[in-house]
Nanobody, 129 residues
Framework: TEVVAESGGGSVQTGGSLRLSCAIS????????IGWFRQAPGKGREGVAT????????WYADSVKGRFTISQDNAKNMYYLEMNNLKPEDTATYYC??????????????????????WGQGSQVTVSP
């Protein structure tokens, strides 16, 4: 059984930092994308960042480029989202998810969540002015 669990959220002021962690267990593939997504109240889910487990290629939404960093520890099946210079508009519930297995890192780009599954409970990030 595949399990995804996010942790590390919290409340910070504008300009603060947080590090989200994602633990994935029971996923029997080697090459796929890991995506971080977020959903604010009243809004749809949007892609924030992805990383390809096969080669480490990354993609970032324009809104977080230069502030967020996605990384992975494949040996531990752990994935991270380092968030710096946080803004109130970053307030949302953050989710990580693995994609379907793929040999092509280009499939990780663009922020579309249709190829991703096994969503966890999410981790709340709140940024106050």
């Amino acid at each position: 059984t595949e399990v995804v669990a996010e942790s590390g959220g919290g409340s910070v002021q504008t300009g603060g930092s947080l590090r989200l962690s994602c633990a994935i267990s029971g996923y029997p593939y080697n090459t796929y994308c890991i995506g971080w997504f977020r959903q604010a109240p009243g809004k749809g889910r949007e892609g924030v960042a992805t990383i390809y487990t096969g080669g480490g290629e990354t993609w970032y939404a324009d809104s977080v480029k230069g502030r967020f960093t996605i990384s992975q520890d494949n040996a531990k099946n752990m994935y991270y989202l380092e968030m710096n210079n946080l803004k109130p508009e970053d307030t949302a519930t953050y989710y990580c998810a693995p994609s379907r297995p793929t040999p092509d890192p280009r499939r990780c780009s663009g922020g579309d969540d249709s190829g991703f599954g096994y969503w966890g409970q999410g981790s709340q990030v709140t940024v106050s002015p």
